[in-house]
């Protein structure tokens, strides 16, 4: 029997809701319709090489974001960055390389990233801090 996915959005810390309405309006013009945006269920074991902070289902049109993130640690600014992320995956479409291999993150893809105000602070932030989640 396949276990019930955790659809909610507010955690102990953050309310993905909120964040991802706010983002919608100002960086997406509301464009985002009917999205579901949800904390993903923990996992008993952790990573020890890499870490997903948050993942897209198109198809569905559901955001889930790792609920480790939901930390009174995490500055609310990096959770944005994810979200926005995740969320510029609806917008920016896939290319198929050369080499028939679909490419999701494409030049377009990082330059829109790169627009996030706080770009480069939530990559170093990401950087500075990701053992903190594959421990």
């Known amino acids: 029997m396949q276990r019930q996915l955790n659809l909610q959005h ?3 810390y953050f309310d993905l809701r909120a964040i991802f309405d706010r983002l919608n ?4 013009r509301r ?3 009917g999205y579901k945006v949800v904390w ?14 948050g993942t897209i289902q198109e198809e569905d049109r559901v955001i889930r974001i790792n609920p480790r993130l939901d930390q009174p640690f995490v500055p609310q600014w990096f959770l944005e960055y994810v979200l ?6 609806s917008v920016v479409p896939d290319e198929v390389g050369p080499d028939g291999r679909r490419r999701i993150h494409t030049e ?3 330059r829109r990233e790169r627009e996030f105000p706080r770009y480069e602070r939530a990559r170093r932030w990401e950087e500075d801090n990701l ?4 421990r």
């Open 108 to 110: 377009q893809f990082y």
């Open 31 to 33: 464009r985002l319709r």
């Open 40 to 53: 993903g269920r923990r996992r008993k074991q952790r990573p020890k090489e890499y870490f997903i902070f």
């Open 84 to 89: 926005y992320h995740e969320m510029l995956h």
């Open 25 to 28: 309006e100002k960086f997406f």
């Open 10 to 12: 507010e955690g102990r």
């Open 131 to 134: 053992a903190r989640f594959l």
